[in-house]
Structure formats: structure tokens, C-alpha cells
């Protein structure tokens, strides 16, 4: 698995926001998209494209676009919605699934409640955005998820991880997608007893939500 880590001032910046308890859902949300947007340009340094044929006013030149079949962007619900719309304004002609997970509190094990996913995956390029990668049961179950259905080349955009997640993650990807690449935006120091990110920025769910019983 290569692991990107996008240290970037502005990335930064738009972090330490999001992080403070003070910081409202309204701001919360508009953080979130601008810190994916700013994410999506190291995520799709490697999105397929292929040659396009145009005449410029003066010259003909050949320059590229985004191949087909387009990528696909995956949202984990609840919180990968709040990156959405930061990734498909860079990747407007994207094709969009939804997968839903949700992580038991006590167990810390995370069950899938929906999805809404092409069934063949195979030769698509993926992009899953989910904001915490905390114990990494939740990406590593949606990875797995999505290589059931064929999909090798897949990309997780996550805005926090844990260095705990990040091992997981390697760990459950290493044999059956070994092209698994994550960008993020900062590795923090840990888990709490309760596997939340520290320092971490609380639930992004419900920060960006509300809460939801
Ligand atoms: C959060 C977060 C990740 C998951 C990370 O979702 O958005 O999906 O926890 O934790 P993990 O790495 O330990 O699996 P949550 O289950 O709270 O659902 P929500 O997005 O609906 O709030
Ligand atoms: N899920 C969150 O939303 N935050 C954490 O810190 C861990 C899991």
C-alpha cells in the first residue's frame, strides 16, 4: 500500500479549523469540502486518461482527457458525504456509488447497511472518500467490499488517520489489492481507549450531521 501524506500549508490551516471543538457544522462542512479538494489533487495524480486530438486557434495539438470507463467515486456514508462535493468539482464527469457503514461503539467492528454500487468493478479506477481512518475496520471492509466486485485499483482519500489504521489497512490490503494507494491529510499520534483519533477532531459524523441515535 503507498501511503501519500499531503503536507501542504493550506492543508494544514484548513485542519487545525476543523479540529476546534468551537468550529460550527455549517464551517465544519465547508472545511471538509475544501480540504478534499485540495486532497483530490494528490489522490488523481494518477487518473487514467487518454489522447485527445484538438486544433488551438493557431495549431493542431494533441493533449489528453479523462479515459473511459470514467472513475468511480465511492462516499462511505455517513461522513465520506461531506467530501463529495469537494472531489466531483475537480472530477465533474465522475460516476458516483454509495456504500453505508457504520461502526458498533463498544466492538469497534463496522457492518455495511447499503450500498448502491455497479456490480462488475473490474478495470475501474475507485476513489473512496471517508474522513477518519481510525482502527481502519471500516476502510478495510469497504476495500473488501469493493474488490469482491472486481475492483484492483482503488484509491482512499481520508482527511485523518491513525497510525494503528494505517497498519490495518496494509495489513488486510497487502495480498488481495496490493495497488491500494491512501493519501490523507495528517497521521496523528493514536487511538483513544475508545478507538477515536487523537487529537483527532471528535465524531465527523456528527460534526458535520449532527447526532444521530
Ligand atoms: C466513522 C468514520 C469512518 C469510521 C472510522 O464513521 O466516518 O467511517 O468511523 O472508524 P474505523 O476506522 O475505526 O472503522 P461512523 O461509523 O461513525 O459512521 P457515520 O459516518 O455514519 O458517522
Ligand atoms: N470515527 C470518527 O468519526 N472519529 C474518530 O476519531 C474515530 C472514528
Known amino acids: 500500500?503507498?501511503?501519500?501524506?499531503?503536507?501542504?500549508?493550506?492543508?494544514?490551516?484548513?485542519?487545525?479549523?476543523?479540529?476546534?471543538?468551537?468550529?460550527?457544522?455549517?464551517?465544519?462542512?465547508?472545511?471538509?469540502?475544501?480540504?478534499?479538494?485540495?486532497?483530490?489533487?494528490e489522490a488523481t495524480r494518477d487518473v487514467r486518461v487518454?489522447?485527445?486530438?484538438?486544433?488551438t486557434p493557431v495549431a493542431p495539438a494533441?493533449?489528453?482527457?479523462?479515459?473511459?470507463?470514467?472513475?468511480?467515486?465511492?462516499p462511505i456514508l455517513r461522513a465520506g458525504l461531506g467530501m463529495l462535493e469537494g472531489m466531483t468539482r475537480l472530477l465533474p464527469s465522475a460516476e458516483v456509488g454509495f456504500l453505508g457503514m457504520v461502526r458498533?461503539?463498544?466492538?469497534?467492528?463496522?457492518?455495511?447497511?447499503?450500498?448502491?454500487?455497479?456490480?462488475d468493478l473490474t478495470d475501474r479506477q475507485?476513489?473512496?472518500?471517508?474522513?477518519?481512518?481510525?482502527?481502519?475496520g471500516s476502510l478495510a471492509g469497504a476495500i473488501g467490499f469493493l474488490a469482491d466486485r472486481g475492483a484492483r485499483d482503488i484509491t482512499a482519500v481520508c482527511l485523518l488517520a491513525a497510525p494503528e489504521g494505517i497498519e490495518r489497512l496494509r495489513e488486510a490490503t497487502s495480498t488481495v489489492v496490493p495497488q491500494v494507494t491512501l493519501v490523507v491529510g495528517a497521521v496523528?499520534?493514536?487511538?483513544?481507549?475508545?478507538?477515536?483519533?487523537?487529537p483527532g477532531l471528535g465524531d465527523a459524523g456528527d460534526?458535520?450531521?449532527g447526532l444521530v441515535d
Open 1 to 41: 500500500m503507498r501511503v501519500i501524506v499531503a503536507d501542504h500549508p493550506l492543508i494544514k490551516h484548513k485542519l487545525t479549523y476543523l479540529r476546534d471543538k468551537k468550529t460550527d457544522s455549517p464551517t465544519f462542512r465547508r472545511l471538509a469540502e475544501e480540504l478534499m479538494t485540495l486532497l483530490a489533487y
Open 50 to 55: 487518454e489522447p485527445k486530438d484538438i486544433e
Open 62 to 74: 494533441t493533449g489528453i482527457r479523462l479515459a473511459t470507463p470514467k472513475p468511480l467515486i465511492v
Open 104 to 119: 458498533n461503539e463498544k466492538t469497534l467492528e463496522p457492518t455495511t447497511y447499503a450500498n448502491r454500487l455497479p456490480d
Open 126 to 136: 475507485v476513489f473512496i472518500l471517508d474522513p477518519m481512518l481510525a482502527t481502519g
Open 188 to 198: 496523528d499520534e493514536r487511538l483513544n481507549e475508545h478507538g477515536y483519533i487523537v
Open 207 to 209: 460534526r458535520l450531521y
